[in-house]
């Protein structure tokens, strides 16, 4: 007797103001190790966010197209554990850039554990010349002489797109 196949599925999330390469390339990574990655924008309504939820959704299908396994979505005021339950993943993917970056998400690591111990975290370290990429990073270098050039480095093309035309005047 064959057994059931387990759908693999798990969530990526951040909040993807604007995507960047780091974003893409930890997309990249993670949706070869599992079946279904949804890439979850995490909305906090007391932080204000260059873009709406519905651009950052737009980025992100736009650069995850090539990408079957991909679903992009949203959640709001709930613990990603508790959202990536709701959506029957089992795993979350994590980005660990630096030591602080590795100290905060094992903390938190540890709090999901508590709240749904089924759930396992992924951490994935990018390479050197991407580690350092932040969307705050990117939103900083818009408007300084020579910005458009310099932010070809940092962000996929229809992401540079997209900060091109709402910075014209810039």
Do not use: C
Not at 30 to 51: C, P, R, W
Not at 100 to 118: F, G, M, S, T
């Amino acid at each position: 007797m064959q057994q059931p196949t387990v759908l693999r599925r798990a969530v990526y999330a951040g909040s993807f103001d604007p995507p960047t390469n780091g974003h893409l390339w930890m997309i990249a990574q993670a949706q070869q190790l599992f079946d279904e990655l949804i890439v979850a924008i995490g909305v906090n309504a007391d932080k204000k966010s260059t873009y709406t939820v519905a651009e950052r959704q737009q980025m992100l299908q736009d650069i995850t197209a090539q990408f079957a396994n991909v679903r992009i979505a949203a959640f709001e005021n709930d613990f990603l554990v508790n959202y990536a339950d709701s959506v029957g993943a089992r795993f979350i993917v994590r980005g660990i850039r630096t030591g602080a970056d590795y100290e905060y998400e094992r903390a938190v690591r540890y709090i999901n554990a508590d709240l749904q111990p089924e759930i396992r975290t992924v951490f994935l370290m990018p390479p050197r010349e991407i580690a350092e990429i932040s969307s705050t990073m990117v939103k900083g270098l818009v408007g300084y002489k020579g910005w458009r050039q310099v932010l070809l480095r940092y962000v996929p093309d229809a992401v540079y797109q997209k900060i091109l035309m709402d910075n014209q005047e810039r």
